[in-house]
């Protein structure tokens, strides 16, 4: 039993910049945790299969995350928030999803509508870099940078616990 027993598995929703690079740090961290991936292209897939970061070798559908112990929303704001329409009622049970956007009302919002509070946890990566895409993703572009936690509810101290403990090394 390793001490980060309460995550094996890890999806990510988008694998760009951002996305990308949370992968590739949280793959250097825990090397045994499986990582699995959707993108916009199936070439961003083949290239983080080919890099052993990611266990699927084609786009995930929905239904390939439903044993995630965490998910990353890391597509544009209005996408994430479908997905999380997608997402409810196909995830296990203590699941927790994530997303990596600027703006929080509207997602929060929909947490909302979609009694989701026990699950989803908003954050935001303090960091970045002026390029975009898979190509220029690195597992230290958030060394030592703060990833703002907003949960919906501020009185689900475990929820907030377990993002943490995966989010703060």
């Known amino acids: 039993m390793g001490e980060h027993d309460l995550f094996q598995k890890i999806g990510f929703i988008g694998l760009g910049l951002i996305g990308g690079s949370i992968a590739k740090k ?23 299969y080919g890099e052993h970061l990611i266990s699927n070798q084609n786009l995930c559908e929905i239904k390939d995350f439903y044993d995630c112990d965490y998910i990353f929303l890391c597509t544009p704001v209005k996408r994430n928030i479908e997905y999380l329409r997608q997402l409810k009622g196909n995830i296990k049970n203590g699941c927790i999803i994530t997303d990596v956007g ?12 979609l009694a989701m509070e026990d699950c989803f946890i908003g954050g935001h990566p303090m960091a970045g870099t002026q ?23 501020f009185d689900n ?5 377990r993002v943490q403990e995966l989010l703060r090394p």
């Open 26 to 48: 949280i793959h250097t961290l825990y090397p045994d945790v499986t990582i699995i991936a959707t993108a916009g292209h199936q070439e961003t897939i083949t290239e983080a």
């Open 131 to 153: 390029y975009s895409g898979f190509g220029h993703a690195r597992a230290n572009l958030y060394h030592n940078a703060p990833m703002v936690i907003v949960p919906p509810a």
């Open 102 to 113: 600027s703006v929080k009302t509207d997602i929060h919002e929909e947490v909302t509508a």
């Open 157 to 161: 101290i475990e929820l907030l616990s």
